[in-house]
């Protein structure tokens, strides 16, 4: 099955350089281009895109407003927003992710980054390494939930195994990682996983991330 993408940027250039690269790549294609977060949420829907590499910094409607707003709806649940960014703006890399982009890729990124990071967010995976989510949790993160009975008993709802999972998740681990440090099959950590984002109400792992952190299930160190 082909991974539709749409591409959100202002410069027609980086479009341009980025078309070419996912065009090239085997099952991907480039359904779209927006020069702006309005015709990026417009165009999701139009388009039915399974990826949007969205840019932060765009005219009108920017990046974030625009990844909130294909978050917040429902005919868009099946849609994966992936920031792109120059990572001297990682506060907003977190709001975004907070408001339901599945990871961020630095611009600067190798072509084969790229593409691999587009098949990783078309399947669910958040990409987000364990050094990203350090540096955006220890800068960035306001809990002023932790520590509290309501934070806590949002995970009321998961069992043992969840929560040791989510807690994986939550430092950057994949399926695999997590299989191989519990002693799993990747494919049970994978339903574990499905079913904790069930669960939480989650749109995709980096949400597991998150509110993992927002309810102390991980502690910033």
Do not use: C, W
């Amino acid at each position: 099955m082909t991974i539709r993408v749409l591409l959100a940027d202002d410069q027609t250039l980086i479009r341009s350089g980025f078309r070419v690269l996912v065009n090239a790549a085997p099952g991907l294609e480039v359904v779209a281009e927006a020069a702006n977060g309005r015709e990026a949420v417009e165009l999701a829907r139009s388009e039915r895109a399974d990826v949007v590499l969205m840019d932060i910094r765009m005219p009108e409607v920017d990046g974030l407003a625009a990844t909130r707003q294909i978050a917040a709806d429902e005919s868009l649940s099946g849609v994966k927003v992936l920031i792109l960014t120059t990572f001297e703006v990682d506060e907003y890399v977190f709001e975004a992710i907070r408001a339901g982009a599945s990871g961020f890729l630095g611009k600067s990124a190798e072509p084969a980054e790229l593409i691999n990071g587009i098949r990783l967010v078309a399947q669910g995976d958040a990409l987000l390494s364990p050094k990203a989510v350090r540096g955006l949790m220890n800068r960035f993160l306001t809990q002023p939930e932790v520590g509290t009975a309501a934070a806590g008993s949002r995970l009321d709802v998961l069992t043992t195994r969840e929560r040791e999972i989510v807690g994986l998740v939550a430092l950057g681990l994949s399926n695999e990682e997590i299989a191989d440090q519990l002693v799993l099959s990747p494919l049970t950590a994978k339903t574990h996983v499905n079913r904790a984002m069930t669960k939480l109400e989650a749109r995709d792992r980096a949400q597991l991330v998150v509110i993992a952190y927002q309810t102390g299930l991980v502690r910033v160190r």
